[in-house]
């Protein structure tokens, strides 16, 4: 018997059907002898319908009050999962996240996890119920209800995980697992069976949409198993899913590259002449951190008579706000010739661990980009990723093209095994021959 902690997100429980849906899988589970805790998150679009009759009323509403409302969505569906398990002769309970005492900071519409106290889920677990959890939400110090920001609900799943010691987190969405990319560009886009906590980490900050950023972060801290399923299989579904875990985990053949993650939301902004000395990109990113606006990649190029061009990229909704920053800056802290901005362009990422200990992916991602025209206005690496910023329009044609390339349609073992048969003068006639 294992202790799981399992997720739903908006679409699983969409509707009351779906609803009805998600109590079948449960008591599937809870009939194999597992202890149950639940994490949902408001039915599909809740949370958007709630905030915005707030901004009916005003153009800028109080954070507090702001979570006070969008954490009622959630309380909707603990209740109502909880009486559909009743209806199948189970025992559940629901709590709230201020019930369960999920202790948060007090920033407002986007808190941070401090401790959870789940003694009281443990003697319900004890006691032969399911327990049913809110997403998103928590409390202060003071009481206040505060809510974790879009996709909490996946943080809220990890860390009552980690808090509770369960063997495995389930994140239940519209998807059946990870897959190399978005299989709406590429049909050919594969399922992973598991990934690296490092890479999932790498994918979710490059736009991949399957799982929030600070869940794999919590995630990977508390060493916590993560499986992401679909909630649309058959509820008797003993589906696998994608394994998130470690890379000393990994007993197949690692792939090169796992996975191509890509980012419409990018704008670019460029300062060109600007005063090549000491203390210049401070002087141009600083007021940029101060009104809290997040910079991705940045490239800084050496210019003829002791000037530079500098650019960096931003969030495509915080780049309008950028740009008045550094209107208003431009001839106090740094001089430039001119600020041209394109919001217009694309982050493309390859991303895999195997890329640690193989040399020339970049060039042959390069490469592969020249030969559809492609042009590079920016490049970002780290050990286990490159990333490139390119025009949008050529967004699904680079996809595309890396992922054939790079053969993300096949097996690591597949690939290997091919490679291997070429390297020993074999004739390969079939690239899924022995795969």
Known sequence: MALIVQKYGGTSVGSTDRIRSVARRVARFHREGHQLVVVVSAMSGETNRLLALAKEIAPDPDPRELDVIAATGEQVTIGLLAIALH???????????????????SAFTKARILDINVEPLHKDLAAGAIVIVAGFQGVDADGNITT?????????????????GASECQIYTDVDGVYTTDPRIVPEARRLDRITFEEMLEMASLGSKVLQIRSVEFAGKYKIKMRVLSSFDDPESTATGTLITY???ETMEQAIISGIAFNRDEAKISLMGVEDRPGVAYAILGPVAAANIDVDMIVQNIGASGHTDFSFTVHRSEYQKALEVLSREKGKGFTAREIISDNKICKVSLVGIGMRSHVGIAAKMF??????????????????????VIDEKYLELAVRQLHRVFELDQSPQAVWTRNTRISEAFVWTDRHEGG
């Open 87 to 105: 209806e199948l002769g189970l025992k559940a309970k629901s709590y709230t996240g201020g019930q369960v005492r999920v202790l948060t900071d």
């Open 247 to 249: 890379e000393e985990d």
């Open 148 to 164: 974790l920001g879009r996709g909490g609900s996946d943080t809220s799943g990890v860390a009552l995980a980690a808090a509770l």
């Open 367 to 388: 490469k592969a980009l020249a030969d559809e025209g492609i042009n590079i206005q920016m490049i970002s690496t780290s050990e286990i990723k490159t990333s490139v």
